[in-house]
């Protein structure tokens, strides 16, 4: 599981007055799809966040949606009432926290030929598709 980093990094998700929250929430979903109550009680045990509510966490995880970032994963019975929805990382989601624990430079100097071949490979491809979609909005 990823570590929360000291400094939140260049990655706008992780900056501004949102960022401890998105991250908390980031963290939390790694390797889970939860509901909003679990996700609220989960990050209430960190001291910054004990008086956290669920409303609080709802808004960031709508907008969080709406910027690409997490994802409907399904719904799950609940003792009170309703399904209620369950929430994921989205493949960017997981990207942005790793570009947050690791820097450029970092990667750069440790990474063995196969990763960095491997994020050649990525970066290549995203370059050929923003030039392909800047010639068409031109």
């Known amino acids: 599981m990823p570590r929360q980093s000291q400094s939140f990094g260049q990655i706008s998700v992780f900056q501004g007055k949102k960022a401890a929250l998105n991250l908390a ?3 939390v979903l790694f390797n889970n799809s ?3 109550y679990d996700i609220t009680k989960k ?7 004990n008086n956290l509510k669920p409303s609080a966490v709802g808004r960031r995880i709508r907008n969080l949606i709406k910027k690409g970032y997490l994802e409907v994963a ?6 009170p009432g309703p399904k209620a929805t ?17 820097s450029r430079e970092m990667f750069l100097k440790e990474a063995n ?12 491809l995203f370059l050929k598709t923003a030039q392909k979609l800047k ?4």
Do not use: C, P
């Open 34 to 36: 939860l509901i909003i």
């Open 25 to 27: 929430i980031f963290i």
């Open 86 to 102: 369950l929430y994921r990382l989205t493949t960017k989601a997981q990207v942005a926290l790793y570009y947050n624990m690791v």
């Open 113 to 124: 030929e196969e990763a960095l071949t491997a994020e050649l490979a990525a970066l290549k």
């Open 74 to 79: 399904g719904k799950r019975d609940t003792k």
């Open 43 to 49: 990050i209430q045990e960190q001291k910054q966040f």
């Open 135 to 138: 010639s068409a909005n031109l």
